[in-house]
T-cell receptor, first 110, second 116 residues
Framework: RKEVEQDPGPFNVPEGATVAFNCTYS??????FFWYRQDCRKEPKLLMS???SGNEDGRFTAQLNRASQYISLLIRDSKLSDSATYLC???????????FGKGTRLHILP | GAVVSQHPSRVICKSGTSVKIECRSL??????MFWYRQFPKKSLMLMAT?????????EQGVEKDKFLINHASLTLSTLTVTSAHPEDSSFYIC????????????FGQGTRLTVV
């Protein structure tokens, strides 16, 4: 099983729709979880940290399910500007290297 | 979010020369920094983990004598590509992890290296 696994997509979604990404991780002792977005030819940018209680930031909601070892990201009322690659990231322990998923490509269609 | 500055953003060099890339955390301390390379439409590939004051840990298949990493302070890490060849042309990105935080890491803007 890969350390961090995501559906590579692409997801082609009409503007205004809701889109959900899932990501699974293999190390059950992992401590910290994140979603990043990366635009074409740019560096990844932190979108959200994912906490055990779940968290929401505007149109974005992130959930963590430790029992099933997966993280989710929900984007509501999607915008054209949401088109990007979304990276699931796991930090197993504070001093460990960060593990990136390969990313899910999202295309929002007008 | 926190700011990481990477310099230069773009460099073209001749085959056989060396190129140094700097990565600075501007408003936080980073005990650990990471260096990645990325080819077009491909995933990030971790090259090495850099810890302040100690030797870098390289990923399998990454030549430590070719990609020299120095992390002399809590805000600066450098990557030197020695004796660069055209196959070293790539997008190099650093990230810095906030010391003592939840584990968030912030990325530099990346360096696009072209070796001719």
């Amino acid at each position: 099983r890969k350390e961090v696994e995501q559906d590579p997509g692409p997801f082609n979604v009409p503007e205004g729709a809701t889109v959900a990404f899932n990501c699974t991780y293999s190390n059950s002792a992992s401590q910290s979880f994140f979603w990043y977005r990366q635009d074409c030819r740019k560096e990844p940018k932190l979108l959200m940290s994912v906490y055990s209680s779940g968290n929401e930031d505007g149109r974005f909601t992130a959930q963590l399910n430790r029992a099933s070892q997966y993280i989710s990201l929900l984007i509501r009322d999607s915008k054209l500007s949401d088109s990007a690659t979304y990276l699931c990231v796991v930090n197993p322990q504070p001093d460990d290297k960060i593990i990136f998923g390969k990313g899910t490509r999202l295309h929002i269609l007008p | 979010g926190a700011v990481v500055s990477q310099h230069p953003s773009r460099v073209i060099c001749k085959s056989g020369t060396s190129v140094k890339i700097e990565c600075r955390s501007l408003d936080f301390q980073a005990t650990t920094m990471f260096w990645y390379r990325q080819f077009p439409k491909k995933s990030l590939m971790l090259m090495a983990t850099s810890n302040e004051g100690s030797k870098a840990t390289y990923e399998q298949g990454v030549e430590k004598d070719k990609f020299l990493i120095n992390h002399a302070s809590l805000t600066l890490s450098t990557l030197t590509v020695t004796s660069a060849h055209p196959e070293d042309s790539s997008f190099y990105i650093c990230s810095a992890r906030v010391t003592g935080g939840y584990g968030e890491a912030f990325f530099g803007q990346g360096t696009r290296l072209t070796v001719v």
